[in-house]
């Protein structure tokens, strides 16, 4: 994290081994920025005073804090079943492979009806779902969200989550966690460059070179940096690699600026279906998910995987559950899949890095065949990975400042 990024040269993702990108290394240092905000706060909306819980919601009242607290797991499946039902939201199949971990739920507990909700929200509107739907009983409100790191935070805040804490919640760093467990780390990865080799034929190296003119049209956001996590944190890579640092993004948005103007930059959503079309040939995606989708297309069309020379930026994302969840124990019950050694192994399987993978490499439970297959650990240890301090104020600046200075409306 120390190392200058300008000495680093392309990287090009393979199937070696990862295993010494820790979550230890990224939660060791989003806990020395929690120990530093305790002088300069980052900004939050609501904020409670220091030491204060926030608001309290009728909806989480007498709930238990642990499956230990309902009489046990059983006791929680036994609850969930008489509810019937979960509501999730922004889960779309293709992202850290959530195609397989909802199946797998359902497998597991064939009683309960999933509701997906609206895959392809944005963490923004994923918080703006349990506002609109507060005191809906329908489906239409969700039981749980996963949203980019900032959120939890906020959502805690203004008294729109209420507390669980799964079996393994032991395993989960300390600092990728709320210690009173109102939000949670999931996973995470580094931003990439995903091409679609069959319409790109020289492959980006670096941020510089999507600002050249054989990338006319070429370049899209996988999502509106106004509200999503995945967008934002492209605007604030192109930062690093631009002069900016993780307290100032303000050159990333100057760099979509000269990309807008240099008529390089796309404002669609990219996709897997448009990057195999050929629509969005340079997508700015999460690893896991560029990664995955290179799998998912078996070579119709090529992808590439580049992780940038300069402006390598780590992510993380968390769990919650919505403080006014119609069906709460569906929703612990969904937690403890998430968490249990099966579910972070099918994140794992998804190339995104699950919160537990530390406890999971010590206990030896990661199969040979899937480690084998990861990206090598070396190209992560170079990541930027920014702490709590520095999350909140840089996302702020990116979604408040990309309409004045960028001025393109991404959808």
């Known amino acids: 994290m120390s190392q200058d990024p ?10 070696r ?36 819980s926030p608001a ?18 059983e006791a929680i499946i036994e609850r969930a079943k008489a509810e019937g039902e979960l509501s999730v939201i922004a889960l779309p199949d293709d992202w850290a492979n959530y195609k397989e971990m909802k199946s797998s739920f359902l497998q597991k507990y064939p009683f309960i009806k999933l509701n997906d909700l609206n895959p392809d929200a944005s963490s923004a509107d994923e918080i703006e779902a349990i506002k609109a739907n507060r005191g809906n009983s329908g489906p239409q409100n969700p039981d749980v969200i996963d949203v980019a790191f900032k959120f939890g935070e906020e959502a805690k805040q203004e008294g729109l989550l209420q507390p669980y804490k799964v079996a393994t919640w032991d395993t989960i760093p300390a600092a990728l966690k709320d210690p009173e467990g109102f ?42 940096p106004r509200k999503s996590g995945q967008a934002i944190n492209a605007v604030w890579a192109a930062a690093l690699g631009n002069g900016g640092s993780l307290e100032d993004p303000g050159p990333g948005l100057e760099y979509f600026k000269k990309m807008n103007a ?39 069309p090529e992808i590439a995987v580049i992780l940038p020379k300069t402006g390598l930026l780590a992510g993380v994302y968390v769990q919650a559950i ?17 968490y249990s050694d099966e579910g972070q192994l099918i994140w794992l399987k998804g190339y995104s890095r699950p919160v537990r993978f530390d406890d999971l490499n010590k206990r030896d439970v990661i199969p040979a065949d899937l480690k084998a297959k990861l990206p090598d650990a ?13 999350i909140t104020p840089a996302n702020d600046k990116i979604t408040k400042n990309w309409d004045s200075v960028v001025g393109a409306d991404v959808k």
């Open 322 to 338: 919505n403080a006014f969840a119609p069906r709460p124990y569906a929703a612990r019950l969904w937690m403890e899949h998430l």
């Open 56 to 73: 309290a919601s009728p909806a989480a009242g007498g709930l238990p804090l642990t499956a230990a607290e309902a009489g046990g797991l």
């Open 378 to 390: 070396a190209i992560y240890e170079k990541a930027a990975f920014p702490t709590a301090a520095q």
């Open 183 to 224: 939000w949670f780390g999931d996973y995470y990865g580094v931003m990439s460059f995903e091409v679609n080799t069959d319409v790109v034929k020289t492959l980006p190296e670096d941020w510089s070179d999507l600002l050249k003119p054989e990338y006319r049209g070429k370049v899209a956001l996988a999502g509106d």
């Open 262 to 300: 240099a008529g390089n930059f796309l404002p669609v959503i990219a996709k897997p279906a448009t990057i195999a079309k050929g629509e969005t040939p340079i997508a700015l995606r999460w690893d896991y998910n560029a990664l995955a989708n290179r799998d998912a297309t078996g070579g119709n």
């Open 6 to 15: 300008h000495s680093r040269s392309p990287l090009r993702v393979s199937r």
């Open 17 to 52: 081994s990862f295993l010494g990108w820790s979550a230890a290394g990224f939660g060791s240092a989003i806990l020395a920025s929690c120990t530093q905000s305790t002088t300069t706060p980052a900004a939050s909306p609501a904020a409670s005073p220091a030491g204060a």
